[in-house]
């Protein structure tokens, strides 16, 4: 029975992993077609925060900002909400961002989702959010099945605490990422 459930486990954990994917590059072409169409979706503050943070990265500021993000897919019923309203929107953001930083080309569009997803640190993080979503409708289903939650508190917190060391991890990759492109534009 243990084996059963480490498969469907790893399963619907894929599944959501590929979801997360399709919701941030649907998010980044909105973002990009709304940029396009003139409609501002990030205010000028934002996208100046956001390039610093770019410039002068901190792995820190990195992971506390993820895992606010991260903390809020793990809230149960609210979590899988959370994640398509939180990834969805920074497919979004992304999306305004190449318009107003980078320049309008479906050549910088893919890029941009390129290296927010694809690169180790997208990998990770996207991965972690994928594993808190699965927490949350977990202990959710759990909660409506009225199954005993003393066990599956225990497996929710330390689903909680991998997948925020995966994003410790994918924030450091990150500002590894940032200050490597840093040094050789600056070279």
Known sequence: MVAVKARILTRRV???????FLLLAMGEVIGYLLSLGGIQVLSKSELQELESIAQHPSYMVIFIHNLSLNLMMNIPFIGPLMYVILIGFTGVALGYIVVSSIGVSV????????????????????????LSVYNSVNISIDVVKRRPLGTAFIYWVLRLLLSVLILFIAAYVEYVELTTVGAVIHA
């Open 14 to 20: 894929l599944v959501y992993y590929s979801v997360t």
């Open 107 to 130: 050549l910088y569009l893919i890029l941009a989702y390129v290296s927010s997803a694809i690169l180790p640190h997208g990998l990770l993080e996207l991965f972690s959010y994928s």
